[in-house]
């Protein structure tokens, strides 16, 4: 193997290395738990429909979250408040 494909592939390989070190960064910041916590003060269990939508806020889909959340018996600001706090966690 010559050192220009050697070169190469290490490369690249440290390149996925490092992208995978941002993705798992990035999930490290969503906080399912403190979106589940919200939606437990407004009396509403957390169910696995809630743990779902909740998990829909961390990927950044705020109106599938809301959705999910006012379908599982959310009131619509704690569900919005709770989706954003799944994606931006404090």
Known sequence: M??????????????????GVGFLASA?????PA???MVE???VAASGAVTAA??????NDLKG???GLTAAG???GAANGACRLAANPP
Not at 28 to 32: E, M, P, T
Not at 54 to 59: E, I, K, S
Request: net charge positive; aromatic share 0%.
């Open 74 to 76: 959310v009131p619509g």
């Open 41 to 43: 003060q407004t009396g």
């Open 2 to 19: 010559h050192t220009s494909a050697r070169i190469a592939g290490l490369l690249t390989g440290v390149t996925l290395a490092l992208g």
């Open 28 to 32: 490290a910041h969503a906080d399912i």
């Open 54 to 59: 909740c998990t829909q806020g961390v990927h």
């Open 65 to 67: 979250c809301v959705a």
């Open 35 to 37: 979106c589940t916590r």
